[in-house]
């Protein structure tokens, strides 16, 4: 079961090589990276083109700037994976964020959307607080609908509901 992840990149320089590496670290392997350069003035495109020449799971789109949502959705027609992560450039996975066990739970439960425990973090990632983990499904979402408030990169998505979205 493939993964995609996708990353609009702005400006994002500071982060940007920590975010990648997070993503392409992780134990489970079967990953693409869609990363969207959107009309970036500093060196994030070099970057980006640096860390895609070392794994050829990282693919690198350069455009005009469109803004965030644009690029996201852009994303979603360029994956081919059976699931999508939507990451920020200055987002990081801890190491075992994403291993065979979660992946078999993902495909016994045949879930449309995972929601995954998240950190939070400051700038220089001294002190990490850990934001709600546990492990539950919800067959009827609408009950739980505005319970929990979560950053877009704690979910992935089952592609088929997406791309019938867009």
Not at 2 to 27: D, F, M, R, T
Not at 69 to 76: H, L, Q, S, V
Not at 95 to 103: A, H, M, P, R, S
Not at 111 to 121: I, R
Request: hydrophobic letters at 35%; charged letters at 30%; one cysteine or more.
């Amino acid at each position: 079961m493939k993964i995609s992840v996708v990353i609009p990149v702005y400006n994002g320089e500071k982060y940007l090589k920590e975010c990648i590496n997070s993503v392409l670290n992780q134990p489970y392997k079967d990953i693409e990276i869609i990363t969207i350069n959107d009309g970036s003035k500093d060196n994030s495109v070099d970057i980006l083109n640096k860390v895609a020449q070392t794994d050829k799971r990282l693919n690198v789109i350069d455009q005009k700037n469109h803004g965030v949502a644009y690029t996201r959705n852009k994303g979603i027609d360029i994956a081919t994976g059976n699931y999508i992560v939507f990451l920020d450039q200055d987002d990081m996975w801890v190491t075992d964020f994403l291993t065979e066990d979660v992946i078999n739970e993902i495909k016994q439960e045949k879930c449309d959307m995972v929601s995954f425990a998240y950190y939070q973090a400051n700038q220089d990632i001294s002190r990490l607080k850990l934001i709600e983990r546990q492990r539950k499904i919800i067959d009827h979402p609408k009950e739980n609908a505005g319970e929990n408030y979560r950053h877009h990169s704690s979910y992935m998505y089952n592609i088929e509901l997406l791309k019938n979205i867009t």
